[in-house]
Structures are given as structure tokens and as C-alpha cells.
């Protein structure tokens, strides 16, 4: 057998004893939600001390034996992507932009000291997993196939240090929307809690980073929105992202303006796109900081004509009101905005091959 090393990575193929009938799974696809349901299959890659990545492997999705020692447990060495395949306009499959997913992966090992996976092996176990449960693939607008690649420290022993031994995995979930309340355009609730520090891990996809979110999160959702945003840890009042997405504001001059990336966000790789997007058309984009208060002044002034979230799960998603502990405004007309509307149709109809993708990021299968 060739080494994961070698150009075609070699993965052994484990029978699945009882795949999901054909009549179940449809029952699935008509109504996905998101997160809730899975595929037939997972892939599962191996790293040690000495022999590197081995034992690569697609097999039956199922439970993961797991030592009560198990390093991940007590010191959290855990990182993960999320990105989507989609049916196509000429019915073929495609993946977007996964080696940005790639890199970006082992920005977050790197910065959790864990091993590196090597970009074409990501992107092979990506495209094999979907290959192998195509079936699991939504058609409906608006649905998609959601990949989880993750990794996370899998060596038995206690004492703080980089683990020895990892296990990467990756599973599939068909998805439909992110947000379940349906409303035209999403609330959101200034959060008092802080996501992520200068010198932190705010830029690296790891599960801490969302478990320090669920609490404002629940707050949020408590009082009736859908999502928190956080602010800087400095000075607590500069706009950051919210728990799961990025976020840009559109004036009525036209131009955008999002966060920039000084370590404490996560770089989005539907932030990214966009920022292309928007360029594509001729507008301006700024990266720089955005303070709450200049927010909530040019949402009253007018200056400010639409916010909207973006991310893989979400895609762009528009923002009509924002609440806080010291009261709330409305965005706009408090629904979605004609820029937000037209970005997020170009970057669908890219990604579901419906368009030019003169940016070269769909990567057919």
C-alpha cells in the first residue's frame, strides 16, 4: 500500500453493514434542518509520534472508542472546517474553495500545536467522502451537503503538552437553513461577554472559541434574537463578529466596510469571498475597525443602509435589528437590503455553478 505521502493517497474501504435505506434517507432530505442528521460514511486519518499520518480509512460513521485519559478531554487540542458540497446547475457536484478550508485548517493546528495535514490530503478526503455519499446531497434551493473535517488530540495520558497522537476525521450532515426562525432578516444582541483576546486563539477554528460563546448565545436567544455579537476585549467597543459569522456594513454611498483581521476574528472564507465579490462590482471595501456607537448612530442617521452576516453555514444572511443592553435600532427598513440580496445571489449562483466563476473556486467532481 502506498504512504499517504505518495500523490494518490491510499484509503482502505470498510463495507458499511447497514446503510440507511433509500426511503429514509429521502424522508431526510425533504425537510434536513441543520446538524441533525448524517451520512452513511466518515473518514478517518491517523497521526503519530514518528510514523506521521497513517491508516487512512473510509468506513461506517460510527461511535469513536475513546480512553477516559484521552488528551482532547482535559486540555482541548481540537480544531475543525466546515464547508458545503453542492448539486449543480448541469447536475454534476461540486466543493467550494476547499484548499482555502485547507490552509486555514492548519493555521488553526499550528496555532493549537498540533500536526499539519497536508492540503491535497485534506482536499482527497473531503472529495472522497462526498463521492461516497452523494446520494446524501439535498437538491432543493437553498440545501446543501455540510463537511466537518475535525481533528483532536487522541493520546491517553495527563500532563500539559502537545499530544503525541491525533485522530482527523471527517463526517457529512445534508443541510437546509442555518437560522430556524424564518424571518426576513435576523436580530442580534450586544454581547457583555468577550469571544476572543489579543495573543488568544480568536483566529483559529477550535472548539473553545464556540464553547465561550454558548452562554451569550443563550442569552441572546433568551431575550428573542437569533445571534450575539461580540465586541474587542480592549476597549469594548469595537465590533468583532458574531458567534459563528463575520460581518460587513453597507452605506448609501454604496461602499462596505468589514472588521479587519488582527487575530482576534476568525478569517471567513464567505468573508473572503465576498470582499471579491463586492470589488468584482466596482465598490469600495474597507477593512477597519467599527465602533457599536458609530453603528448605532449611522443606523439612525441613514448614513448606514444594511449589515448583513456571512459564513458557510449562514452564507450571507441580512441583519435587521440590533439590541443591547442599553436599548436598540433598527438597520434600514429592518429587512434585507439590495446589496446584501445581490452578493448573496452571486455567490450562490457561483457555488451551485448557475454563474461564471471567473475567481476559480468551485472545484468540480
Known amino acids: 500500500m502506498a504512504t499517504l505521502a505518495d500523490p494518490e493517497h491510499q484509503f482502505s474501504l470498510l463495507p458499511h453493514p447497514a446503510p440507511t435505506a433509500d426511503a429514509v434517507r429521502e424522508g431526510v432530505l425533504a425537510n434536513p434542518g ?3 442528521h448524517f451520512t452513511d460514511h466518515m473518514i478517518s486519518i491517523d497521526w503519530s509520534d514518528g510514523l506521521g499520518w497513517h491508516d487512512a480509512t473510509i468506513g461506517p460513521r460510527q461511535p469513536i472508542p475513546m480512553d477516559p485519559a484521552c488528551a482532547v478531554l482535559h486540555y482541548a487540542q481540537e480544531i475543525f472546517e466546515g464547508l458545503k458540497a453542492y448539486k449543480q446547475a448541469d447536475g454534476g457536484i461540486a466543493l467550494f474553495r476547499p484548499e482555502a478550508n485547507a490552509r486555514r485548517f492548519n493555521a488553526s493546528a499550528r496555532r493549537l500545536a498540533m500536526p499539519e495535514l497536508p492540503e491535497a490530503m485534506f482536499i482527497d478526503s473531503v472529495r472522497r467522502l462526498v463521492e461516497i455519499d452523494k446520494a446524501w446531497i439535498p437538491a432543493a434551493e437553498g440545501s446543501s451537503l455540510y463537511l466537518r473535517p475535525f481533528m483532536f488530540a487522541s493520546e491517553a495520558f495527563l500532563g500539559v503538552r502537545p499530544a503525541r497522537q491525533y485522530k482527523y476525521l471527517v463526517i457529512a450532515s445534508p443541510a437546509g437553513n442555518y437560522f430556524k426562525s424564518g424571518a426576513p432578516a435576523v436580530s442580534i444582541w450586544v454581547s457583555q461577554y468577550t469571544r476572543a483576546a489579543p495573543g488568544g486563539t480568536g483566529a483559529a477554528k477550535c472548539g473553545g472559541n464556540y464553547a465561550a460563546s454558548l452562554v451569550p448565545q443563550a442569552e441572546a436567544i433568551e431575550r428573542g434574537h437569533d445571534q450575539v455579537v461580540f465586541l474587542d ?23 462596505l466596510v468589514t472588521p ?17 465579490l463586492a470589488r468584482d462590482e466596482g465598490l469600495t471595501v474597507r477593512e477597519e475597525r467599527y465602533s457599536l456607537d458609530q453603528w448605532r448612530e449611522d443606523a439612525a442617521s441613514g448614513r448606514l443602509v444594511e449589515t448583513f452576516a456571512c459564513g458557510t453555514a449562514a452564507v450571507v444572511t441580512p441583519v435587521g435589528k440590533v439590541a443591547g443592553h442599553d436599548g436598540e435600532f433598527v438597520i434600514g427598513s429592518g429587512g434585507p437590503g439590495q446589496l446584501t440580496q445581490k452578493l448573496k445571489s452571486r455567490l450562490v449562483a457561483i457555488q451551485r455553478g448557475e454563474a461564471p466563476d471567473p475567481h476559480g473556486w468551485v472545484m468540480k467532481l
Open 34 to 36: 441543520f446538524g441533525t
Open 233 to 255: 476585549a480592549a476597549e469594548h467597543k469595537w465590533i468583532e463578529e458574531l458567534g459563528g459569522m463575520n460581518l460587513y456594513f453597507v452605506f448609501a454611498d454604496g461602499s
Open 260 to 276: 479587519p483581521l488582527t487575530g482576534t476574528i476568525l478569517p471567513g472564507i464567505t468573508r473572503d469571498s465576498v470582499l471579491a
